[in-house]
């Protein structure tokens, strides 16, 4: 393992209100109807739709009114985010697996004159869905899972991409996420737990993951994507989007999210980077993150609360299941 792992509670807050999304513009192409990842370059956004039987990348200007479309003719099982690396490589994240039945899963690196390299993947501990790409500062992609309880896992190749593959993950991490009254999302509060996405700013020192409904923002003062996800994460809260699944960083530390369906809008949380420093993030103890034998801090046993969150996320899951092509 490339780091030790910590199971981390993100629920915290900043220590005071963060600021609130302001909608910048609305997504009107009707092309743009599952809007699943994003990422800027400063001048122009690119977006991903969820699934598709082609590679399409949306570019966007400042109006949310697209300018091209870059396409290639591999067809993806589900891609679900978006990353870009320093060279202006776009990486689109094809591993969504709703059903947990693929053998690998894949990203599809589509370089800046044009032409998509597949690197295929496999998982340690079998399938996964996974939403969230993440890429540090060399490039090295890291994958969070979408679980139905919150109990995220996160992956790193073994070994250096092999193309097509396919190259082992190995899983570096896990971290928790707690459920929050954040409304919006499709299948209600449980998808306040549910990892959908994931950005890393410009100079790869702040990273984020969103669910349906809020964002969290760790700092990664060395760049290193595992230890930052050990760290305390502020959260922001993103109301009332669909279903939202796309974030991403602008270079000046705005954090953008938008969701699926049309008419949506984009929205900013300006500074968001600023948001995190080290001094406030620092690495907490796993007692911090435990439960207490027997029970928790809510003073619900844990046995019969656990029962009840599978009965509630179980009947989410399967809603949210229908919703979804694949």
């Known amino acids: 393992m490339t780091a030790a792992f910590l199971l981390v509670g993100a629920v915290p807050a900043a220590a005071s209100p963060p600021p609130s999304?302001?909608?910048?513009c609305r997504i009107t192409d009707k092309r743009i109807d599952e809007l699943s990842g994003l990422v800027s370059d400063g001048e122009h956004w690119y977006a991903i739709n969820d699934g598709g039987s082609k590679v399409q990348v949306f570019v966007l200007d400042r109006k949310c009114q697209v300018?091209?479309?870059?396409?290639?003719?591999t067809d993806p099982y589900d891609v679900e985010d978006l990353a870009r690396s320093s060279d202006g490589t776009l990486w689109l994240a094809d591993t969504g697996d709703n059903r947990a039945k693929r053998d690998t899963v894949a990203l599809l690196a589509l370089k800046p004159g044009g032409?998509?390299?597949?690197?295929r993947l496999t998982y340690p501990d079998?399938?996964?869905d996974t939403e969230a790409l993440l890429l540090d500062q060399s490039g090295t992609p890291f994958l969070v899972t979408k679980d139905i309880l919150g109990n995220a896992k996160v992956y790193k190749p073994a070994t250096t991409l092999a193309s097509p593959g396919p190259t082992a993950l190995q899983q570096v991490g896990s971290l928790?996420?707690?459920?929050?009254?954040?409304?919006?999302?499709?299948?209600?509060?449980?998808?306040?737990?549910l990892?959908?996405?994931g950005a890393t700013s410009a100079?790869?020192?702040?990273?984020?993951l969103r669910t349906y409904t809020d964002a969290y923002v760790y700092a990664a003062p060395d760049g290193d994507i595992a230890a930052a996800l050990q760290r305390e994460p502020v959260r922001i809260p993103l109301p009332n989007e669909n279903q939202g699944e796309a974030i991403a960083f602008e270079p000046d530390g705005t954090l953008l999210s938008a969701g699926e369906g049309s008419g949506q809008p984009m929205r900013a949380v300006k500074n968001a980077t600023s948001l995190v420093t080290p001094t406030e993030t620092a690495a907490q103890p796993p007692s911090s993150a435990s439960p207490a034998p027997g029970g928790d801090s809510s003073g619900v046993p844990v046995l019969p609360a656990a029962g009840i969150a599978v009965a509630a996320v179980l009947g989410g899951w399967f809603l949210l299941s229908r919703k979804r092509r694949r």
């Open 21 to 24: 999304p302001e909608t910048l």
């Open 67 to 73: 300018q091209k479309v870059l396409t290639d003719p």
């Open 115 to 119: 032409g998509v390299t597949t690197h």
């Open 126 to 128: 079998g399938a996964h």
């Open 176 to 193: 928790r996420i707690h459920g929050t009254d954040t409304p919006g999302g499709p299948v209600g509060s449980f998808g306040s737990v």
């Open 195 to 197: 990892v959908t996405g």
């Open 203 to 208: 100079d790869g020192k702040v990273i984020a």
